[in-house]
């Protein structure tokens, strides 16, 4: 909860705050979230109008996750920016039913629903440990990023078992002995 006693109500007054808030439980997306109690940093600027409180502000939170294509922890950082209008508590809106607004409880203003909205529904559902992770293997689950350019898989191709008479070399028994793994 923000206290905008400070700010006052007088039309055009502003004031400029830089907060650190704990990340609320399930501060997140499948995939990648803002772990439960990270610091959330915010630079916000509060400006009194007529109705209410407006709110412009900056949040910065650290993101944890797993990469959506090869499932490595991923750790980044994540900025949105937001503003929104909280109407004074004993202020009637002017004729539109408009539920969805946001009041002042007091002079206290919930910044979490606005936090939600700037911050969770912004992150990536499938966040990447790059942009062109190659993922994991679809035959084996190997990640692409360790086993190389060359990894491949040839099943059931009788042409490998004459390549293997042929060279019988490490490579080739590598194979044999994944074929063997996959049957078992
Ligand atoms: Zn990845
Ligand atoms: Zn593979």
Redesign the pocket.
């Known amino acids: 909860m923000l206290d905008t006693r400070a700010l006052g109500r007088q039309p055009g007054s502003s004031r400029e705050e830089v907060l650190n808030v704990p990340a609320p439980k399930d501060f997140g997306v499948e995939m990648v979230g803002v772990p439960e109690g990270a610091a959330i940093e915010l630079d916000l600027r509060l400006e009194a109008v007529l109705e209410g409180v407006l709110i412009t502000g900056t949040a910065r939170v650290p993101l944890e996750g797993e990469?959506?294509?090869?499932?490595?922890p991923?750790a980044s950082t994540f900025e949105a920016d937001f503003q929104e209008l909280f109407v004074y508590p004993d202020t009637r809106s002017g004729g539109n039913a408009d539920d969805d607004e946001l009041r002042l409880e007091g002079d206290l203003v919930d910044l979490e629903p606005v936090l939600r909205d700037a911050v969770v529904l912004a992150l990536p559902l499938s966040p990447?440990?790059?942009d062109d992770?190659p993922?994991l293997c679809a035959e084996c689950g190997v990640r692409l990023?360790d086993a190389g350019p060359d990894h491949g898989h040839a099943v059931a191709d009788p042409r490998w078992a004459a390549l293997r008479d042929l060279t019988g070399d490490e490579g080739s028994r590598a194979i044999d002995r994944r074929e063997r793994k996959q049957e078992g």
Do not use: E, H, Q
């Open positions: 990469c959506a294509r090869c499932l490595d991923l990447l440990c790059r992770c993922g990023a």
